[in-house]
């Protein structure tokens, strides 16, 4: 997605977009927030395939009012299931830290802290999205190589290029100017010509 193609697909009752940083690929988000911010459209982040990536200068996923993370076995950093999102709005982390566990009132956390656990209240209906700590030892594992993962899928996306220079007609995913991919995909484009 563009500021362009989005700008064509906005309506009045347009409340939120999703934008997707596709196969690792940043979006363009600045132009977008400027778009919809004015417009007081909330701009969602799918990163799932983004860990690694970068956004003039920055993690993609941080400019975004909020993101949302893939761990699935799939993706660059995985830790078997699971996923997270990421904001600033103190608001909006802390309704997410209670929905993914029953909307509890009280985290599990506190409940342990505390001699007497107090007594919780469900406020909403909520679901059971909690991660193990086994999976977060994983995903922190997965964490610390993240750099290392990076270049490697880089150098490899530069060696299909190098190595598929001479075939004509193709053309292929490179770094945008205002970020750069994890390559957690390497894809071409086969132009009209060649079909
Ligand atoms: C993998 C992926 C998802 C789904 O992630 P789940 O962990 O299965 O929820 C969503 N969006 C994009 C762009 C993805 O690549």
């Given at each position: 997605m563009s500021v362009r193609t989005l700008a064509?697909?906005?309506?009045?009752?347009?409340?939120a977009v999703i934008v997707v940083d596709q196969g690792g690929m940043p979006v363009d988000l600045d132009p977008i927030r400027a778009l919809c911010d004015g417009l007081g459209i909330t701009v969602i982040e799918d990163a799932a395939c983004a860990a690694g990536s970068?956004?003039?200068g920055r993690p993609a996923g941080a400019g975004a009012e909020i993101a949302a993370w893939s761990f699935h076995p799939r993706k660059i950093l995985t830790t078997g299931e699971g996923g997270m999102l990421t904001t600033r709005n103190a608001a909006w982390a802390d309704r997410a830290r209670k929905l993914r566990e029953h909307a509890m009132s009280v985290s599990a956390n506190d409940?342990?802290?505390?001699?007497l656990a107090p007594a919780e209240e469900y406020g909403e209906i909520g679901f059971?999205?909690?991660?193990t700590d086994m999976q977060a030892a994983v995903g922190l594992v997965q964490l610390d190589r993240l750099g290392e993962a990076v270049s490697r899928r880089r150098a490899i996306a530069a060696a299909y290029r190098k190595a598929?220079?001479?075939?004509?007609g193709l053309r292929f995913s490179?770094?945008?100017?205002?970020?750069?991919?994890?390559?957690?995909?390497?894809?071409?484009?086969v132009l009209p010509e060649f079909p």
């Open positions: 064509a697909a906005l309506t009045p009752a347009t409340r970068t956004y003039r409940r342990h802290a505390s001699v059971n999205y909690r991660m598929l220079a001479d075939v004509e490179e770094d945008p100017q205002y970020g750069t991919s994890n390559f957690q995909s390497f894809w071409f484009e």
